[in-house]
């Protein structure tokens, strides 16, 4: 990548973060499940946004289009199988809530009480998916107060690429072993103490 492109991608960032609203630090992932750290431009930035709406997150991912789901963009479940990238957040009494998205704007929302167990599946959302500079994509979505647990306390975010032995998985805070992106105990602590 040339240095006017990863300008470019950095100028891009700050355009997205914004100054309005009550913005939360920058969250990235930045190194593979293993702990192998990933290229500047094959890192995920994330920004969070707290509102009386809910949680609003935004992201800027590389774009693999290696495995896609097809079909109108909307709800699927079993996207984890595809390119995605992924978001928790973690309340008390292991109430989270498990948000992933993929480039074609096909998402899955779920609310868990218990490590994998869903209480609530295929929540409606309205991502908004916008294609970046070349190799790139990103975009928005906000979380409903109603399905964010009440605090959040902590939270982690993924990616995964690729197919078969060839499948990448990458993460803002590793676990431990094998993938398993509900090692809740691996999550860090979340910016802010509540949705505002």
Known sequence: MTLEKENDMASAGKRARGSAGNRIPTGQISHTWYGDPLLPSLQTQIWLTSSPKGLTI???????SQHLPTGAPGPVWGLWNYE???FFFLGDKEQYIEVEIAPTGHYLCLQLRGKRTPVNKM??????IERKEE???????TIPRAFCPTPIRSWNA?????????RVF???????GTPDFHQLS???PFPVNTVS
Do not use: K
């Open 170 to 176: 990458s993460a803002m805070n590793s676990g431990i």
């Open 158 to 166: 993924f990616s995964i690429h690729g197919v078969g032995e060839n």
């Open 58 to 64: 935004e992201w800027s991912a590389p774009q693999w």
């Open 84 to 86: 995605v990238v992924e």
């Open 135 to 141: 190799g790139r994509w990103g975009g928005s979505v």
């Open 186 to 188: 691996s999550f860090v």
């Open 123 to 128: 929540l409606p959302l309205s991502p908004a």
